[in-house]
């Protein structure tokens, strides 16, 4: 007769139901801004799965049309224009109510403070604080970029209709690298100007006045073609990269410049 010692409570595990945690700082920062994270995602969903509905009744309505039957429905060139608006203000969105927040609490609650009492470095820090939202912000932004490009596309008949700065800014690679803009200009701002509170206004101007450059640069959208599109695409995403980067570098550079 065999027996068994008695398994404290909770010290048994059951395998494979063990789940994935964030650790350290990543934690933190997921922790911290936990709540921008949450709208974000909610939005992205919702938007995501709006573009696909308009999709589907798209295409039933040009399949009606090419058939000959005349369409229950019109065209929604409508809800193509909302859901590139909401994607063309995402730049401003990031960089005023999110971006801001990013090292502006840390200095306003005196938590700054803390951080330099600890073992992490300060580019470490400031390297997650950035990267955290930044691939939050990808996530989000690309699939309705991509669902966007994806109703774009399904007509070629009709993209003329949709060329302009408010498509350009919301379809294909542009559409995350400018809200990826948004997010660090945002970041600079509150990390310049977090005594005052103008951040968010800040934020807000810079980013505009951003997008309006970088629309006088390739001229008139209208009077391009879909190929000279893409490329202006992919011109405007390296740009971004660019001024990514050194907005990342001007924000490590106040971090560990600054006194504690």
């Known amino acids: 007769m065999s027996s068994l010692a008695p398994t404290a409570p909770g010290a048994e595990r059951v395998p494979g139901r063990t789940r994935p945690r964030l650790h350290g700082l990543t934690w933190l920062v997921w922790r911290q801004h936990r709540a921008s994270f949450r709208f974000w995602t909610i939005c992205a969903l919702l938007l995501t799965g709006y573009l696909v509905?308009?999709?589907?009744?798209?295409?039933?309505?040009?399949?009606?049309?090419?058939?000959?039957?005349?369409?229950?429905?019109?065209?929604?060139?409508?809800?193509?224009?909302?859901?590139?608006?909401?994607?063309?203000?995402?730049?401003?969105?990031?960089?005023?109510?999110?971006?801001?927040?990013?090292?502006?609490?840390?200095?306003?609650?005196?938590?700054?403070?803390?951080?330099?009492?600890?073992?992490?470095?300060?580019?470490?820090?400031?390297?997650?604080?950035?990267?955290?939202?930044?691939?939050?912000?990808?996530?989000?932004?690309?699939?309705?970029?991509?669902?966007?490009?994806?109703?774009?596309?399904?007509?070629?008949?009709?993209?003329?209709i949709f060329l302009g700065r408010e498509i350009f800014e919301a379809i294909g690679p542009a559409a995350v690298a400018l809200s990826l803009v948004g997010l660090l200009v945002g970041a600079a701002a509150g990390l310049t100007l977090w005594r005052t509170g103008a951040a968010p206004v800040l934020a807000f101007l810079v980013v505009l006045a951003f997008k309006l450059c970088l629309w006088a640069l390739p001229g008139q959208l209208n009077q391009e073609a879909d190929s000279s599109m893409q490329t202006l695409q992919w011109t405007t995403t390296g740009i971004c990269v660019v001024v990514c980067a050194g907005l990342a570098a001007y924000c490590q550079r106040l971090i560990v410049r600054r006194p504690s």
């Open 53 to 160: 509905y308009l999709h589907t009744t798209y295409a039933s309505y040009l399949s009606a049309q090419a058939a000959g039957f005349d369409p229950d429905s019109v065209a929604p060139d409508a809800g193509f224009s909302v859901a590139a608006f909401l994607l063309s203000i995402a730049p401003l969105l990031a960089g005023a109510s999110f971006g801001t927040q990013l090292f502006e609490r840390e200095f306003s609650d005196g938590t700054f403070a803390l951080v330099c009492t600890q073992s992490v470095s300060r580019v470490a820090w400031v390297r997650t604080k950035l990267l955290v939202p930044a691939l939050m912000i990808v996530l989000c932004v690309a699939p309705c970029a991509a669902a966007l490009t994806w109703d774009y596309s399904l007509d070629p008949h009709r993209q003329q």
